[in-house]
T-cell receptor, first 111, second 115 residues
Framework: QKEVEQNSGPLSVPEGAIASLNCTYSDRGSQSFFWYRQYSGKSPELIMS????GDKEDGRFTAQLNKASQYVSLLIRDSQPSDSATYLC???????????FGSGTRLSIRP | EPEVTQTPSHQVTQMGQEVILRCVPISNHLYFYWYRQILGQKVEFLVSFYNNEISEKSEIFDDQFSVERPDGSNFTLKIRSTKLEDSAMYFCASSGDLSGNTEAFFGQGTRLTVV
């Protein structure tokens, strides 16, 4: 059974600080990795994709990938109250036919 | 900006009735998916569809479920005889253009309530 694991949280971070979200996956053949943000009652919204080992930055977001450790992370700099949401780690499995989601980490930015 | 659209946004149905959830994927995408999310739980894969056939389906996607691409734009999920436990948000997603982009984009979802 291919799995994507995340801490459920809640993770509470003060406004302006860095939020760090982590994820591990079991399918060693996976090649595509994604972070989605989901507000309560809404659909997942893609915020980052990463395919190669290392860091990828997009504005306040940085995704990090380490395939040897089967580990993906997301850093959010200068956290804002609007960043309060559930963050879903997602992995396209080695068959490439589906994207598997973790259970999500609930992030709360306190003013 | 292109987006995935789903209709209806909310569907209430009686147990045992058939429902059809509709989706219009992003026009140049080649792969289509259905996911569901029971309240408070994770986003679960149901089925993927490529080149007019199912690529993969989960154990949730049993004989009461079917998918169809009846024309060049719509992608539907049919639940033949709904059960109470089918109550969930159902999300359609699409991905994969000819440039090899694999990012999946989700529609706004259909909230299905079985009573």
């Amino acid at each position: 059974q291919k799995e994507v694991e995340q801490n459920s949280g809640p993770l509470s971070v003060p406004e302006g600080a860095i939020a760090s979200l982590n994820c591990t996956y079991s399918d060693r053949g996976s090649q595509s990795f994604f972070w989605y943000r989901q507000y309560s009652g809404k659909s997942p919204e893609l915020i980052m994709s990463i395919y190669s080992n290392g860091d990828k930055e997009d504005g306040r977001f940085t995704a990090q990938l380490n395939k040897a450790s089967q580990y993906v992370s997301l850093l959010i700099r200068d956290s804002q109250p609007s960043d309060s949401a559930t963050y879903l780690c997602a992995v396209r499995d080695s068959s490439a036919s589906k994207i598997i989601f973790g259970s999500g980490t609930r992030l709360s930015i306190r003013p | 900006e292109p987006e995935v659209t789903q209709t209806p946004s909310h569907q209430v149905t009686q147990m045992g009735q058939e429902v059809i959830l509709r989706c219009v994927p992003i026009s140049n995408h080649l792969y289509f998916y259905w996911y569901r999310q029971i309240l408070g739980q994770k986003v679960e894969f149901l089925v993927s569809f490529y080149n007019n056939e199912i690529s993969e389906k989960s154990e949730i996607f049993d004989d009461q479920f079917s998918v169809e691409r009846p024309d060049g734009s719509n992608f539907t999920l049919k639940i033949r005889s709904t059960k109470l436990e089918d109550s969930a948000m159902y999300f359609c997603a699409s991905s994969g253009d000819l440039s090899g982009n694999t990012e999946a984009f989700f529609g706004q979802g259909t909230r299905l309530t079985v009573v």
